[in-house]
DNA sequence: AATTGTGAAACACTTCACAGCC
DNA sequence: GGCTGTGAAGTGTTTCACAATT
């Protein structure tokens, strides 16, 4: 899928940028990223032609270009549910980085964590949670939450007008209908890992999730 | 690929332990992992019918076949380098669950962090990284450090005799032909959400890494 | 000469359809 | 009747090969 391998580029074209880089092959995009380049010069070209042909492509307006689609030229408010040791550097991490993503609030049912703060961003009790999403516009969710609150969590949050979901949570979500749910379960992880390790698979450098 | 989805039934199969149900068909499975019933059947044909015609299959058999597939029959020696935020939260989710994964040891170049514990792990200097690898023959590594750093670490793993990786920074790592490496980018995730929430996709419950 | 853009081929994965078995 | 196992069809993605452009 497409949109898996943009915000990769967007990582490329930053440190470009950073570079003060104003023109990259499609090539040298696949030296940096580890995709092939045809399959570049396919994502690229899949929305509109960007490229000169005999050059190459503009670094800012590839970047430029790709943040749109994303949708990162807008601001993203982000909200994250669950404020145990994973959710705590959640948000750390989101707050930390240049990602383009603004955390307006954690959540917790834990009345001990409430009123708390990670950084700059107050954690709140699980009951100001439909006020949050309805004022800011939430539309992103993180949960890192335990398997047994997830679904319900999931259906506040639908409920609320979230229309996508990263979930940490070892639980199968079901988005209603309304939310796409993308599952990042660490344990599968690992596991798969010990598959890897045990001499079964080729031997590749290979880009994951 | 199939091994993305054994995990996943290794979850379900606990969780049917815990319900103390014996025989599981490929209907039900499906229900709980939201993966087809089809596809399950061919899963579990690729190592070996395990199933029973007309009845399903026999939850002791299965689970133990696929622990054994994934390696987790045998006791898995994992180190974590990078004891920040999102390493420190790694290490204590791989400690809290029943996941057949040992974290025997935690590495930070971080003085300050060297002698400290999570929960009864020490973290320990970079210079002993190389003594542990060898000693408790460790061949998966989970990596929590700078994108500066991450190939560095990466070769010193790969020269310890890690076969297999997952990296959680935001850099593309060679392996160098040794290793199996598995990239996870919380940036990324977050980006990609970011397009699935500007409302170009089809809204379904997927099932992601 | 170098590079993009793209139809065609190859490949991988999923779903369908149904035979075989309990 | 219900379920597994599997060849065949379908779908989506990646790679190949090369024409088009600067």
Redesign the pocket.
């Known amino acids: 899928?497409?949109v898996?391998?943009l915000p990769v580029y967007l990582r490329v074209l930053n440190e470009l940028k950073d570079e003060a880089v104003d023109i990259?092959?499609?090539?040298?995009?696949a030296r940096r990223t580890g995709?092939?380049?045809?399959?570049?010069?396919?994502?690229?070209?899949?929305f509109?032609?960007?490229?000169?042909?005999?050059?190459?492509?503009r670094t800012d307006v590839l970047r430029e270009r790709i943040r749109s689609v994303l949708g990162l030229d807008r601001t993203l408010n982000v909200v994250l549910v669950g404020a145990g040791n994973l959710g705590t550097a959640l948000a750390r991490y989101t707050l930390s980085r240049e990602t383009g993503i603004n955390l307006v609030a954690v959540f917790d049912d834990d009345p001990e964590k409430v009123g708390r703060r990670i950084e700059d961003v107050e954690i709140r009790a699980m009951a100001d949670l439909a006020g949050v999403l309805a004022e800011q516009g939430v539309r992103v969710a993180i949960l890192a939450v335990p398997a047994s609150a997830a679904q319900g969590v999931t259906d506040l949050l639908v409920a609320g007008g979230v229309e996508a979901i990263l979930n940490f949570s070892p639980a199968k979500l079901d988005g209603r209908g309304k939310a796409y749910v993308k599952n990042i379960d660490l344990a599968i992880e690992l596991q798969s890992l010990a598959y890897y390790a045990s001499g079964e698979a080729g031997r590749a450098g290979t880009s994951g999730a």
């Open positions: 899928m497409v898996k391998r990259v092959s499609s090539h040298e995009l995709f092939s380049s045809e399959q570049i010069r396919k994502d690229l070209a899949c509109g032609a960007l490229g000169t042909r005999g050059l190459g492509y």
